[in-house]
């Protein structure tokens, strides 16, 4: 029935599902993927080598991942904070985290959606997509030994058409900064901003 509660769900080898419309309390996994279908309600995910994946409208009130690729449909949301030490992040259009955004390395990949706390990396790329609005600014870390950069190329800030970042954007160490001229970011440290027209930079 709906709105009946499923309680927690943890596994270890193994993945988790938690049906549409269906409302569960933590969920943790260790060797598998979290999926949070469209409408269901949890409340923290915690994944250690796994992906998770919330569905349309679905709402989470934390989520934490180590290994694995976070992915935000279409008005998912997030009460408050997301992390996820190597993998990559991927929030569609009308996803919401009112939290912080944070990760060590992989890729954020930001579309029309909303992060109320700022994105933090440390040699992860970000593309802040075209209408989306990041609250807190933006913090690449400084990485310390354990996180040494092995990939030999700074990371690449992209700032997107109609993109609004508000809060400072501070760079501990080198990156690409590159800002749509339809962009409104705040103040920079660290970085000399490069201005590109068009959808994307070339």
């Known amino acids: ?65 180590v290994n694995g690729t976070l992915k935000l449909a279409e008005g998912a949301q997030v009460s408050g904070d997301v992390s996820a030490v190597n993998g990559s992040a991927q929030l569609a259009k009308g996803a919401d985290i009112k939290g912080k955004l944070s990760n060590v390395n992989g890729k954020m990949t930001i579309n029309a959606a909303h992060v109320g706390g700022g994105l933090k990396t440390v040699n992860g790329d970000i593309l802040v997509g075209a209408d989306s609005r990041i609250e807190g600014g933006i913090l690449v870390e400084k990485a310390n030994q354990k996180w040494f950069n092995r990939k030999g190329r700074p990371p690449r800030i992209v700032i997107g058409p109609g993109a609004v970042v508000e809060g400072k954007l501070r ?32």
């Open 171 to 202: 760079f501990e160490h080198e990156v690409e900064l590159l800002v749509s001229d339809r962009a409104k970011i705040g103040a920079v440290e660290g970085a000399t901003p490069q201005s590109f027209s068009g959808d994307a930079p070339k």
């Open 1 to 65: 029935e709906a709105g009946q509660s499923a309680g927690d769900a943890s596994t270890v080898n193994g993945s988790v599902t938690i049906e549409e419309g269906a409302t569960a309390g933590d969920v943790d996994t260790v060797n598998g993927s979290t999926t949070i279908e469209r409408n269901a309600r949890v409340q923290k995910i915690d994944s250690v080598n796994g992906g998770v994946s919330l569905g349309a409208d679905a709402k989470a009130a934390t989520v934490e991942t």
